[in-house]
T-cell receptor, first 111, second 114 residues
């Protein structure tokens, strides 16, 4: 049973616009959430994280929002750049235990 | 040089063969993980190890075994490969900074079982 879900397999955005990637989870015990970015032929690389005590974390062009009541996580990329084209995975864990990953969203930023 | 390396990067094998995938890290991390990625299923945890003497099963350990030869090395074995083990395999490491850990991934091994 998939505890972390990314319902949009793909997303296309114009360069300079905002990209919004969404993630839903079912386990209310999750207290730490991350986003990873993956280019073809490479392993996932860490992008940004957020703990359950916060509802927003920002790092440059990347902002992660957490809505605990809705069990929903989103990643905003502003402005989007062609180099952001990749597959994005969200992941969640509870109390330092194993990570559960979503199925990924493939983002294409159109120049 | 890459911090987390995996060998081989690509492998084709036949059903019933034994195969080993190797992972090495230079990050000095205690924790190491093996994941597989299948199309549409994201990353699924196979096995993990929090130190050299610690081995734990993940979500999908059946058909796999692991060996933690040293802090820096964590191998994944398929004792008798079957076609549904065709997947992309990732090794990852992390240091145990409380519950807010970040995992660092290797480049992946693409395995095809015929």
């Amino acid at each position: 049973d998939q505890q972390v879900k990314q319902n949009s397999p793909s997303l296309s955005v114009q360069e300079g616009r905002i990209s919004i990637l969404n993630c839903d989870y079912t386990n209310s015990m999750f207290d730490y959430f991350l986003w990873y970015k993956k280019y073809p032929a490479e392993g996932p690389t860490f992008l940004i994280s957020i703990s359950s005590i916060k509802d927003k974390n920002e790092d440059g062009r990347f902002t992660v929002f957490l809505n605990k009541s809705a069990k929903h996580l989103s990643l905003h990329i502003v402005p989007s750049q062609p180099g952001d084209s990749a597959v994005y995975f969200c992941a969640a864990s509870a109390a330092g235990n194993q990570f559960y990953f979503g199925t990924g969203t493939s983002l294409t930023v159109i120049p | 040089d890459a911090d987390v390396t995996q060998t081989p990067r690509n492998r084709i094998t036949k059903t019933g063969k034994r195969i080993m995938l190797e992972c090495s890290q230079t990050k000095g991390h205690d924790r190491m993980y093996w994941y597989r990625q299948d199309p549409g299923l994201g990353l699924q945890l196979i096995y993990y190890s929090f130190d050299v003497k610690d081995i734990n099963k993940g979500e999908i350990s059946d058909g796999y075994s692991v060996s933690r030869q040293a802090q820096a090395k964590f191998s994944l074995s398929l004792e008798s490969a079957i076609p549904n083990q065709t997947a992309l395999y990732f090794c990852a490491t992390s240091d145990s900074q409380g519950w807010q850990e970040t995992q660092y991934f290797g480049p992946g091994t693409r395995l095809l079982v015929l």
